[in-house]
């Protein structure tokens, strides 16, 4: 699972072949949450976990909102993140992780985490989840 294999592809072909997006952020004191996002033909459907409560809800995504989500989240260049970003020095704190499938693409998962240290344009990124989906809040720890 390395991200190194995504530099061959362009933004505009990793975004077409994306099939997968998976978002999930917490703490100690924070409470926990996740967002599941599938993409199979032209259905997208996403599911929530708040606080270990898998939420057995599935919504739907038109095509039209997945396309402005990916640009946006793709134009911070987050296929760029870093796999691993820590602060050891900081206990309890705010654990987060993203991971990306795409299509098609031999060993195609993305993955980046990150334990009280966050990459560059985090506030951004979060801003962007919390405005698709705001049932995640606004979690920027």
């Not at 699972?1 to 990793?14: A, I, R």
């Amino acid at each position: 699972m390395t991200n190194k294999k995504l530099f061959e592809y362009s933004p505009d072909e990793l975004k077409e072949k994306l099939i997968r997006f998976y978002f999930s952020i917490g703490g100690f004191f924070g409470g926990y949450g996740s967002i599941d996002i599938v993409k199979n033909d032209n259905e997208i459907k996403y599911r929530y976990e708040h606080d270990q409560n898998i939420i057995n809800e599935e919504y739907n995504l038109s095509l039209e909102k997945w396309q402005e989500f990916i640009n946006k989240i793709f134009d911070l260049k987050i296929y760029k993140w870093r796999e691993k970003y820590d602060d050891n020095n900081i206990l309890d704190g705010t654990q987060w992780k993203i991971e990306m499938e795409f299509y098609g693409i031999e060993k195609s998962k993305f993955f980046s985490y990150g334990s009280n240290e966050y990459p560059y344009k985090w506030n951004e990124f979060v801003t962007i989840i919390s405005t698709y989906f705001p049932q995640m809040g606004d979690r920027r720890w």
